[in-house]
Structures are given as C-alpha cells and as structure tokens.
C-alpha cells in the first residue's frame, strides 16, 4: 500500500511534494481524519482511459439525426451525425460544469454519483471535440 503522508510535512516542502506527484506517482496525504488522492493529469488521465460514453444515434424522418447517452440522460438533435456528436459533446461539457458547480449535491445523490468518473473523464479534456472522442455508437 502507498505511503500516507503527514500534511504538516508536505506543507514544509510543497513544492518537492508537488514535483514528486507530477514526475513521479500518485501521492496520498492525510490531515486529521481527511486523506486525499493527489494526481497529475496525465495519471488522471490515465486512470480514466476506459471511461467512455455508449450513445445511441436514430436517424429521424425529416433527415436529422437525434442522439442519447446510456449512462447519462442527455439527447439532442441535430442535421447529421456529426454534428448531433460535436452537440452531444459540448452538453456533456455543461453538465460537467453544473456538476462541479453542485458537486456536493449532485455526488450525494444516489442517481448522480456514478456520474462521476464520466464527468471527470469530461473535464479533463482540452475541448469539446475531445469530448466527442469519448463518445462511441
């Protein structure tokens, strides 16, 4: 097991503890009865590789497309595929946002907490077309 850090010491040389975590591994620091995980993007990254969105695409009678997501409650619609992705995409971007912005609430949440490593997974891309990138048919 990784060792647990004492925060009073990582406070003393943050900066060592900081270059430890991003060039290095992942650290754990314990003050009082708080522990927390300490991750660089990259590793974050690396922990979520397999997080992906299962979307659903139906093609509807007017030409457009209507896309939904299996593990989150989100559809849009739109004129192609494509675009009905880039959509999907970027309201995935903006219920990450709501999500942080209510974190506490919405991980408290039975129905909202599993959403969690989906929306980390979101916020740790650079754009909406990363987004779009986690989403598969």
Known sequence: MQEILNATEVRKDWGRFIDSV??????IIKRNRDIILSLSIP???ALLQNVSFKAYFIKEEDGTVTAGLEDIDLLVNREDEQATRLALAKELVDYAGEYFNNFQLYFQAPNRRPHFPYVLAVWLQDDASGVAELIHA
């Open 43 to 45: 590793q974050a990254k």
């Open 22 to 27: 991003v060039h290095g591994k992942p650290g």
